[in-house]
């Protein structure tokens, strides 16, 4: 079956433009999450849905970030007045989110570079 | 708060050698433990996945981990490795309390010679 997939797989903005990743989970995935990824590092926490809202953002580094998800199955994460340091791989992850299905499955991710 | 901690930044081995990766955990409760791989200009993926059933994990490829409660440990392991094995490596603990968030632990980079 389709896994989860992302878009666009290469963004490259200015300085202080606003740019929106997308993010198609598995159909039927209840837990959608994002994580941000910088250079040799290992993936960062930023927000988590289940279903339409937002369960946890305390890893959303300031309020330039933001992320939608309106009917439960897309997602957007929306960063405005991008920075030099917003440059990274964009990751997002679905779950079953049922009690006991734990196991997120990864997109191939978005990355993001700003000038 | 949980944390992971991956010992080793880089692993070189062998091609046929076996392949050790150490990891050690802290976390507050019985944790669900994973090892991630993650190839060049690829996506994550799945090796294996700790839930408390038994204490010994087989993953995908020949790799399997140990948990070991006593030391907070989850050592990744493979018998023989291959050329394929090239690659960097997450160990991963999940926040129950927290909706499964993921930390990761830093990566290990693993570089097999022929």
């Known amino acids: 079956g389709a896994g989860v997939s992302q878009t666009p797989s290469n963004k490259v903005t200015e300085k202080g433009k606003y740019v929106e990743l997308r993010c198609d989970p598995i159909?039927?995935?209840?837990?959608l999450y994002w994580y941000r990824q910088s250079l040799g590092q290992g993936p960062e926490f930023l927000i988590y849905?289940?279903?339409?809202?937002?369960?946890?953002d305390s890893g959303l580094p300031n309020d330039r970030f933001f992320a939608v998800r309106p009917e439960g199955s897309v997602s957007t994460l929306k960063i405005q007045r991008t920075e030099r340091g917003d440059s990274a791989v964009y990751l997002c992850a679905s779950s079953p989110g049922t009690p006991g299905a734990d196991t997120q499955y990864f997109g191939p991710g978005t990355r993001l570079t700003v000038l | 708060a949980q944390s992971v901690t991956q010992l080793d930044s880089h692993v070189s081995v062998s091609e046929g050698t076996p392949v050790l990766l150490r990891c050690n955990y802290s976390?507050?409760?019985?944790?669900?433990l994973f090892w991630y791989v993650q190839h060049p200009n690829k996506g994550l993926q799945l090796l294996l996945k700790?839930?408390?059933?038994?204490?010994l994990v087989k993953g995908i490829n020949g790799f399997e981990a140990e948990f070991k409660k006593s030391e907070t440990s989850f050592h990744l392991t493979k018998p023989s490795a291959h050329m394929s094995d090239a690659a960097e490596y997450f160990c991963v603990v999940s926040d129950m309390a927290a909706g499964n968030k993921l930390t990761f632990g830093g990566g290990t980079r693993v570089l097999v010679k022929p």
């Open positions: 159909s039927g995935h209840t837990a």
């Open positions: 849905f289940q279903g339409t809202g937002a369960a946890d």
């Open positions: 700790y839930t408390s059933a038994a204490t």
């Open positions: 976390s507050s409760y019985s944790p669900s």
